[in-house]
């Protein structure tokens, strides 16, 4: 049981009073969209003075009119809709994220700010709905957070894919650990071996020197050189607009 503060006052009990009203008034615009079938998500009533506040969600446009009229004919008072995106919802109503924590956007943080699936990539994260995106749906806002450190940990790595020369020999790059500074060099069918940062060089270096077709060999650039030179940086970012 919680601990007893004080007794509660006239201003104690008017706030309860409007959180029971406003919870009557939640359920009453819920089932008034339901009863219109109308592809809306109603999380938030507040009243004000001479109006109604009501917050939904929607992804695509539709017209409200039968529903503020059935609404305003409900509670008698002059109805203000007002749509928002999944992350203001999470933003508005709050919760617990996968972290075990209250939800960054409902506590400290000031704005949105862009997050694309290139993060996630950089990250090592499994590409799935459920370990990328939060409660609002979209990609996580934390994966910003560590971006800044894994972009400069990366730099000097291979990309997957990559011909790299061992001391074993000649291999391609099927798995980097940033954190870790490790490569996973595969050297034919089931022949892998984890090696350091250090211990693996690119086959063709930026620039082709050092390497076959480089400076020290006849001239002649290898087509394998070019190979995945270019590395798509853009991705697709989360569609919801910043605030």
Request: net charge positive; charged share 30%; hydrophobic share 35%.
């Amino acid at each position: 049981m919680r601990r007893v503060i004080r007794r509660a006052g006239e201003a104690d009990l008017r706030g309860a009073d409007d959180d029971r009203a406003a919870g009557t008034e939640l359920r009453l615009a819920k089932d008034k969209a339901a009863a219109l079938k109308l592809p809306i998500k109603v999380f938030r009533v507040e009243r004000a003075p001479g109006r109604l506040n009501v917050y939904y969600t929607c992804d695509e446009r539709i017209d409200v009119r039968d529903f503020v009229r059935d609404l305003a004919g409900a509670t008698a008072a002059r109805i203000e809709l007002r749509q928002l995106g999944g992350r203001d919802e999470a933003k508005a109503v709050g919760g617990i994220g996968t972290c075990g924590l209250t939800l960054c956007c409902s506590t400290w943080l000031p704005e949105f700010v862009p997050v694309s699936i290139k993060m996630a990539k950089d990250q090592g994260l499994v590409l799935s709905p459920t370990k990328v995106a939060g409660q609002c749906g979209r990609l996580k806002c934390c994966l910003v957070y560590e971006q800044a450190a894994y972009a400069e940990m990366r730099k000097g790595l291979p990309k997957l894919g990559k011909r790299v020369v061992t001391a074993r020999g000649e291999g391609r790059v099927v798995e980097v650990d940033v954190m870790r500074q490790r490569i996973r060099v595969s050297f034919g069918p089931g022949e892998t071996e984890v090696l350091t940062a250090s211990e693996v060089k690119p086959l063709f270096p930026p620039g082709g020197a050092g390497g076959p077709g480089g400076a020290g060999g006849r001239g002649e650039t290898s087509p394998a050189a070019h190979e995945d030179d270019h590395e798509d940086d853009g991705g697709p970012t989360d569609g919801e607009p910043q605030r």
